[in-house]
């Protein structure tokens, strides 16, 4: 497997995640100037551009969302992957430096008409098609209902899982959720139940929104860090898989999953970028349902399998603790736009290894893993380190 | 009064399940088998997963076990919250089938022995979808077992 050299995320930008933004190309705009101006770059330096949005309106045209930016006669290319479409998004960004064939790219994610479907609450007015009858809101209430029949884990449990998110976000200004108390164990168990065990404050908050990372190779990144007296954040592993089989593999309905696929994706992540998951400071996944942050623990090698419940009673992924989960919210609370959230999550990343998120911070953070699934599905994985501008970790 | 004749039932979509009025047999999930491998894959597919050679159709009606569970707390027009089961259930051949269940939350039971049953598509309303000629549609699902 071929190391990833020479990529480096140089800006990252965002526009608040809210239930109803402005248009695709304000939202776009905002999060694309912000992302150049964080790295001190301006538009006409963009060598190409990957494009994640989730094309439910036919008039959110990506290409004209880039072109508010500017008219440079950039490549641009629409990228989609359900979920996972802002991660696959920036791994186009990160293969096509990794390349040798641009010095700079950009990875623009923008997520409008609420976003992902998780739920469907309420019954179809026209007949849905089969696969339409079975959406992942189903889909994760059977892992968690699942889970509780093989591990013992209680609703309380999931319950802490998703107050803690909610209490992230209140640390992130361009999260969709952020209350003005703590949100306690009691709360989240009181709103309405979506699919059981799962109620409204455990799931995914859907949202418009956009977020963009621009990355580049190594000359260019130094030059813009060393300018900033800021360390380089270098992308270590890039890695995207779709579904092999197995006993029990489901094909039909909402599949984003099934767990081994985590566990594999993971492990390639790993191996390219030479580390371990003992060795991550902070870790981003695919949180839509609080099960899913139990899951993955186990899948990324972070305990044993049945071991996650304890780490979360201990506070060990709580920001603090000693492997925090979800710095920003995760898309429990920061939001899940669909195409802007896997870029979302390197904007978090990039904030924590530079040492700049603030009150999100964790405490001298220098690796991060972020990890999302894509209904269908696929599994993406990236791995970031924070090194010097000197060269030096 | 005499009571209406059952209407006449279709499936929501093709080529997942054999409805009676239709097919003329079933109900019976269409699957598809590979020798290479020995497994049993559903829905239907054009070629082996793994191998990606030949499979031929099976028809799968037996009893199931239910993997998991839950249920969506759907809400009706008129405010009222209806539990709508959502299952997987795990057949003697081998695939593992996502598919609505019926009942109501306290039927269910992981472990439990499920039968393949058709179950009428409905509307906001609650009352079931009809087709142009006004015939059900129905799609496949799984129900607990009665007891004998």
């Known amino acids: 497997m071929t190391t990833l050299d020479d990529v480096y995320v140089v800006g990252v930008g965002m526009h608040p995640i809210v239930a109803r933004g402005p248009s695709v190309k304000v939202m776009g705009y905002v999060a694309g100037s912000e992302a150049l101006a964080d790295a001190g770059l301006r538009f006409d330096q963009v060598d190409c551009v990957y494009h994640g949005y989730r094309p439910v309106d036919p008039s959110v045209q990506g290409t004209a969302v880039v072109k508010e930016l500017g008219l440079t006669g950039v490549p641009v290319t629409q990228v989609e992957n359900a979920s996972a479409t802002g991660s696959a998004a920036f791994r186009e960004a990160v293969l096509a430096v990794a390349s040798g064939r641009v010095a700079v790219a950009m990875a623009l994610g923008v997520g409008q008409q609420g976003g992902a479907n998780l739920v469907a609450t309420e019954a179809a007015a026209t007949p849905p098609s089969v696969e339409e009858q079975l959406l992942p809101a189903a889909y994760f209430g059977m892992w968690a209902v699942r889970r509780m029949h093989d591990v013992g884990t209680t609703v309380e449990t999931y319950a802490a899982i998703a107050a803690k998110n909610w209490n992230h976000a209140r640390h992130n200004p361009y999260a969709r959720r952020r209350a003005d108390h703590t949100v306690t164990v009691e709360e989240v168990l009181a709103s309405r139940l979506i699919a059981h065990p799962h109620t409204s404050m455990m799931s995914a908050a859907t949202g418009d929104g956009a977020a963009c990372v621009v990355v580049a190779r190594r000359d260019v990144a130094r030059r813009l860090a060393v300018d900033r007296g800021r360390p380089l954040v270098r992308v270590t592993a890039s890695q995207l898989a779709s579904e092999s089989y197995g006993p029990g593999h489901v094909f039909l309905g909402a599949v984003v999953g099934p767990p081994q696929l985590t566990r594999t994706t993971a492990a390639a992540a790993f191996e390219q970028a030479g580390v371990g998951p003992g060795d991550l400071s902070l870790v981003h996944v695919h949180d839509a349902f609080p099960v899913e942050e139990l899951l993955y623990m186990e899948t990324l090698g972070l305990c044993g399998d049945g071991e996650a419940d304890g780490l979360v009673a201990e506070g060990a992924t709580t920001l603090g603790g000693r492997i925090p989960f979800s710095t920003d919210g995760g898309l429990i609370a920061r939001g899940h736009p669909v195409g802007p959230t896997g870029l979302a999550q390197i904007w978090d990343v990039t904030q924590q290894l530079r040492g700049e998120a603030g009150a999100r911070q964790v405490e001298g953070a220098r690796l991060a893993l972020a990890h999302l699934m894509g209904a269908g599905s696929v599994c993406a994985v990236h791995i970031l380190e924070r090194v010097s501008a000197q060269g030096r970790p | ?148």
Do not use: K, N
Request: charged share 20%.
């Open chain 2, 1 to 148: 009064m005499g009571s209406e004749p059952p209407r006449r039932q279709v499936a929501l979509e093709a080529g997942y399940v054999l409805v009676p009025d239709q097919d003329g047999r079933g109900p019976a999930l269409l699957a598809s088998h590979s020798q290479a491998t020995g497994d049993t894959y559903f829905p239907r597919r054009s070629c082996c997963p793994v191998t990606f050679g030949p499979v031929e159709e099976v028809e799968l009606s037996a009893p199931g076990e239910l993997y998991s569970w839950t249920y969506i707390a759907q809400r009706r027009p008129d405010g009222t919250v209806v539990p709508v089961g959502v299952g997987q259930v795990d057949l003697p051949e081998g695939p593992r089938i996502q598919a609505p269940l019926a009942g109501v939350p306290g039927d269910w039971e992981i472990g439990m022995a499920m039968e393949l049953e058709l179950t009428p598509v409905l509307d906001p309303s609650g009352a079931p979808f009809l087709d142009a000629d006004g015939a059900e549609m129905v799609t496949f699902g799984f129900r607990p077992v009665a007891a004998p």
